[in-house]
């Protein structure tokens, strides 16, 4: 039987304690068992976002705290900034259009960073009630400048809203030294855990702003959510399970250290582009690349979707494609969260025996040798 190893940027593989956290009989979600599992969680969650604040969890995936980020504080007569760099800076217009409101796009060319300046012309050219970024284009492998961004908005009646579904876990993200007004995640990614959470930190900004939307919420209501938090409850039902799994992550990234955690993420990545450099490939996002996952080229002349199609169905290492103009050119390999240098090892043996499949020539070895050289003792 072939072992399978899952590389792709979400959902990333759950460590088997986690999984044994998850596997406890089932208990209820008003239980005050149940309140002392979410008051271990809510500390928790102040360490990873950085934040004095409480930290909303949501039953959905990070699309649900997209969503419930424009549908808290927008209203309809709102003009909202949004940087569309890859499939899911789209996603924040496409949401923002669903409910009527002006979506302005900051266009920036796949595979590249977005520049503050475009931003800030964009802020000057007429208010705004937001700025919607990725911190991590997952799409194109891109991490954007958040920090400069947030330097625009910060003192400013403009909002300053992150998506860090593939950020949060892999770099160190100060929420309130910065002034970030909502950040948001999934239960997918660095977090280590299966689908199905959404978890955001709001701004007092953020809540101030919720009182004069007028745009329609139910499910997603985040002052009801925030209110709920803080007394160890939720609005509805809560993902127990999912819960439960969290508490034992968390624990696990502060006995280990966030900032020994950052740190490895940015020791993975940056083998992993030794590696690929190594076999000749050239990186997708090459001035801005994510500590999360490397976005790769595929070889000229070879369809991205091959690789991905023989790593997996030959050598049980399933790594992502391109999505939408990208589909067919890229390939992204991830790094985050519950993987070690030896899966990096195997991925990156298995896309060399794939590579010669498709008739490219290179040093056997040499991606490998470069990988561990890189990652040194």
């Known amino acids: 039987m072939k072992k399978k190893y899952l590389m792709t940027p979400g959902p990333t593989p759950v460590a088997e304690s986690t999984l044994m956290a998850m596997a406890m009989p089932i208990i209820h979600h008003r239980h005050p068992e ?19 604040r409480e930290t909303i969890i949501i039953a959905s995936s990070g699309t649900g705290a997209m969503e419930g980020s424009v549908v808290n504080v927008c209203r309809k007569s709102d ?24 979506a302005v796009p900051v266009d920036v060319t796949w595979g590249q960073a977005v520049e503050a300046a475009a931003v800030k012309k964009a802020m000057d050219e007429k208010p705004a009630r937001a700025v919607l970024v990725q911190y991590t284009e997952t799409s194109t492998g891109v991490v954007h400048p958040i920090e400069e961004l947030a330097k625009l908005t910060k003192g400013t009646d403009t909002l300053l809203i992150v998506d860090a579904i593939t950020a949060l876990g892999v770099y160190d993200i100060p929420f309130d030294e910065w002034g970030i007004d909502i950040l948001l995640t ?9 689908p199905g959470i959404a978890l955001a930190a709001i701004s007092e900004k953020a809540m101030k702003a919720m009182d004069e939307s007028d745009l329609p919420k139910f499910y997603f209501d985040f002052r009801k959510e925030y209110k709920k938090i803080s007394e160890n409850s939720s609005a509805f039902t809560s993902p127990i399970t999912l819960v439960i799994g969290l508490r034992e992550v968390l624990g696990r990234m502060r006995e280990i250290g966030f900032k020994n955690i950052y740190a490895e993420s940015a020791r993975m990545a940056a083998a992993t582009r030794s590696a690929m450099e190594a076999l000749g490939l050239k990186l997708y996002a090459p001035s801005a690349p994510s500590n999360a996952l490397t976005a ?8 991205a979707q091959k690789i991905v199609k023989i790593m997996r169905e030959d050598y049980g290492v399933t790594i992502a494609g391109g999505q939408a103009q990208a589909k067919g050119k890229i390939f992204r390999i991830s790094h985050m969260g519950h993987v070690s240098q030896w ?3 195997v991925t990156v043996g298995a896309l060399e025996k794939t590579l010669a499949r498709v008739g490219q020539k290179f040093e056997s070895g040499v991606g490998c040798a470069a990988l561990m050289k890189a990652l040194g003792d």
């Open 343 to 345: 899966d990096l090892l």
């Open 34 to 52: 149940y309140m002392g599992i979410l008051a271990e969680v809510r500390e928790g969650l102040k360490e990873l976002f950085n934040t004095k």
């Open 79 to 102: 003009r909202v900034i949004y940087v569309n760099g890859g499939k899911f800076g789209e996603r924040w217009g496409e949401i923002a259009a669903a409910y009527g409101v002006e």
């Open 186 to 194: 999934g239960s997918q990614k660095a977090l280590m855990l299966p």
């Open 296 to 303: 790769v080229l595929a070889p000229e002349g070879i369809d």
